[in-house]
């Protein structure tokens, strides 16, 4: 495994982080325990989760990824093993179950976190992060930003000042964003720099060969101001595994189970996965090897947060950590992407 430094402080993470957004839905608390007894073995320190997991988000299995991390914990004894990073959910009508006020107040980051350290059976979160903005922008599958009524008013100061509480009663150690745009990072980062307030060490968004957008603003930011990209869905949802190009019936997979997930069902999509697979044949790769192993190299990606639901997946994933992608590959990529630039938003 390789390792990489959370921005700003002296902590190693691996390169590879453990998504588990499936632990309650997709996968079973057996098959949870057994993919971080795995990821564990192989060297992955770093374990994502949130409050609104399992994925999609529903009443009925409500912090149910949480509750299975915090098994493996009380099981295993290995928490002092694990970098864990969890997140608040933001306004959405869709999730009134988690609390009756979906925003960041203080009332409502206090009792998120709480709740977060009794699912889990730790006393402290490693990288607690913002799931996605209050305010209303472009995020979750829309390319460009919107003016749209919104009677959001800035709350950063106070957020990060709530934020600041909570660390220093110990109960968090660092702080991030998600699902953010380059305005928010650079108000979060402007705030806590002029206000003496906790400093943002990493964003989690979607980065993938069928949607880098992060390229467009935000991974200047994350350089220039030494803020980690977390990237999410590297493998599209499974879409970059190649496994729908042949036309057959995938019945478990997400994009099948869920189809309001409808990011990277287009036929641009598609022509573009097609296109990266021929590149991997040529190179003799997976197409898999060839995804991750492109994130993995971005300058900006702090970590590459991986999903599975077989044993299988997950290893492969993991073992990619060691493909190394070369100049030719990535100018063979380059050229995909000039004509087929990110297909998904």
Not at 36 to 60: C, H, I, Q, W
Not at 106 to 130: F, N
Not at 207 to 219: D, H, I, K, P, T
Not at 276 to 303: D, M, P, R, W
Request: aromatic residues 10%.
């Amino acid at each position: 495994m390789e390792y990489t430094t959370l921005p700003n402080t002296d902590i190693k993470i691996s390169k590879i982080c453990l998504g588990t957004m499936t632990f309650g839905e997709q996968n079973t608390e057996a098959q949870g325990h057994a993919q971080m007894d795995y990821a564990l073995e192989k060297g992955v320190n770093f374990f994502d989760t949130a409050e609104m997991y399992s994925v999609p988000g529903r009443k009925e299995t409500y912090g149910s990824t949480e509750k299975i991390i915090g098994t493996w914990f009380k099981k295993s004894g290995r928490r002092e093993d694990v970098i864990l990073a969890s997140k608040i959910a933001g306004p959405n009508p869709g999730l009134s179950h988690i609390r009756e006020n979906m925003d960041f107040s203080p009332a409502s980051i206090g009792l998120s976190i709480e709740k977060s350290l009794t699912r889990l059976q730790t006393e402290y979160i490693d990288i607690y992060q913002l799931h996605w903005p209050e305010r209303k922008t472009n995020f979750f599958g829309q390319r460009g930003f919107k003016i749209q009524d919104d009677a959001w008013e800035d709350n950063v100061h106070s957020v990060l000042e709530t934020l600041d509480g909570f660390i220093k009663q110990g109960k968090i150690n660092h702080i991030g964003l998600s699902n953010e745009t380059p305005w928010g990072i650079m108000r979060f980062l402007e705030e806590s720099k002029y206000q003496n307030l906790p400093r943002i060490k990493t964003v989690q968004n979607p980065y993938s060969l069928l949607n880098r957008l992060f390229e467009s603003g935000s991974a200047e930011v994350c350089i220039r101001e030494n803020v980690g990209l977390l990237a999410y869905s590297p493998m599209a949802f499974g879409v970059l595994s190649g496994k729908f190009l042949s036309g057959e019936s995938h019945p478990n997979a997400r994009i099948t189970l869920f189809p309001q997930f409808a990011r990277y069902n287009s036929a641009q999509c598609a022509e573009a996965t097609r296109l990266y697979q021929e590149i991997a044949q040529k190179h003799g790769l997976t197409l898999t090897e060839l995804s991750l192993a492109f994130v993995n190299q971005q300058a900006f990606v702090t970590s590459t947060i991986i999903g599975a639901t077989t044993m299988e997946q997950l290893k492969e994933n993991i073992a990619t950590i060691d493909v190394v992608l070369s100049d030719e590959i990535l100018k063979d990529i380059e050229a995909v992407h000039a004509v087929i630039p990110d297909p998904a938003p």
